[in-house]
């Protein structure tokens, strides 16, 4: 059997009679996170003529990859008959406040970084020039502009200022007024505590008409808030046990629209997961109750990585690599230089010893999970059977007979 997202829902399909059932599937990749199923079924070759059998669909929808109303792309897991799917729900909220973003500034055409006053007014000029707004085709306009940077602008200045002089030639007389542009770059970050009082700045300033409307535009009057979520479904009927909705932050312009994508880890009777803005959340995997909550960075930094638990220590890299106590959500350690955010970090065995390994600055760091402190990574023994370095290590794979290129570590 399989369970898998179709149309908005999560199903659970057949593949054929006698289908034996996997062991849990628990975390990220599987339970020794090397996307290998143990004695998993066999692989169809092809489908049958009427495809394979449903055999339930969830009760409600479960979004995946929406960027309009949530969704998420944090992957589905499966414990003690439980499946666990995460996903992020869209929340939006009026602002009564009115305030203008530095990239909403830069959008109307603003930079910080200024070019000298000789340069910039004779920019002007042709950018206002009758010989700029006689040329309506594209094309012509896009062999003015190389003419004019090439015969105006040394090459550091293209280099410095080029991207910001060639956007005001392109938009000749319709880029706005530089004096405009300073006057808003003073209120920049400054909320307006009301539309009306936005409004009286218009006025003070002369704003009116059309610009009036197309600046109003650039000041938000919502704001959207990502949430985490994770429904918890019967894995045999998929009906829903628990979800539990995790409150996020605004989202920022940074994140694009998915600010976390993160798998559940289900171990020892709890879930662990991190939200949209860094909290994190041991849950009861079987109630959905909150165990306990804390926090793993300051919110600003993607996350797309997924908690490992290893000795106790539930580990998570999003920001600093950070080590919570399993059960009390206690803050063990950090390590601030360590700031994977997108490869999930792995357990390993070796010599009596449990590590976490974590991709970060394009080497593997090994850890001691009690205490954060880094280990020696030996050579690895000769395998005798498929085997898979962690996500994002150079030479993947190796198998009986061959040994993979062993990717750089650090660890003393």
């Known amino acids: 059997m399989r369970i898998c997202h179709l149309a908005g829902a999560l199903c659970l399909i057949s593949m054929g009679p006698g289908t034996p059932v996997a062991a849990d599937w628990n975390e990220w990749r599987g339970p020794q996170r090397n996307g290998v199923v143990e004695q998993g079924p066999p692989l169809l070759d092809a489908w049958s003529d009427e495809g394979p059998k449903r055999v339930w669909m969830s009760e409600e929808p479960v979004r995946s990859g929406d960027t309009v109303r949530g969704g998420g792309l944090g992957s589905l897991v499966v414990a003690d008959g439980r499946a666990y799917c995460p996903v992020i729900l869209a929340r939006t909220e009026k602002l009564t406040t009115r305030t203008l973003s530095e990239a909403k500034l830069v959008k109307l055409g603003w930079t910080a970084k200024k070019p000298p006053a000789e340069l910039l007014a004779s920019s002007e000029k042709a950018r206002l020039s009758a010989e700029r707004q006689a040329l309506k085709n594209p094309a012509e306009v896009q062999a003015w502009l190389r003419k004019w940077t090439e015969a105006n602008l040394t090459a550091t200045q293209r280099k410095q200022f080029g991207g910001f002089i060639v956007s005001r030639l392109r ?7 530089l004096a405009l542009l300073e006057k808003l770059a003073a209120i920049k970050g400054r909320p307006f505590p009301s539309p009306e009082a936005l409004d009286a700045w218009f006025a003070e300033n002369g704003i009116e008409g059309d610009l009036r409307k197309a600046l109003q535009a650039q000041f938000p009057t919502t704001v959207t808030f990502r949430d985490s979520g994770v429904f918890c479904l019967d894995a ?3 009906k829903t046990l628990w979800k539990k909705v995790l409150p996020g932050g605004p989202l920022l312009p940074l994140y694009g629209n998915h600010p976390a994508s993160s798998t559940p880890c289900v171990a020892n ?15 009861d995997a079987k109630t959905g109750k909150t165990v306990w909550t804390g926090m793993a960075g300051d919110g600003r930094v993607q996350k797309h990585c997924s908690f490992v638990v290893a000795d106790g220590v539930a580990v998570i890299p999003a920001g600093p690599l950070t080590g919570f106590d399993a059960e009390t959500g206690k803050v063990l350690w950090t390590h601030d230089k360590i700031k994977a955010t997108w490869a999930s970090p792995v357990r390993w065995a070796s010599g009596g010893k449990t590590c976490v390994l974590v991709r970060a600055g394009g080497k593997i760091v090994c850890l001691a999970p009690k205490g954060g402190s880094m280990r020696s990574m030996p050579a690895p023994p000769r395998p005798s059977r498929a085997i898979a370095w962690p996500s994002g290590a150079r030479a993947a794979s190796g198998s009986t007979g061959s040994q993979p290129r062993r990717p750089s570590f650090c660890g003393t």
């Open 171 to 177: 938009q000749g007389a319709a880029a706005k007024d």
């Open 236 to 238: 045999a009927t998929g």
């Open 269 to 283: 009777g709890k879930c662990y997961v991190i939200g949209t803005d860094g909290a994190v959340f041991c849950l």
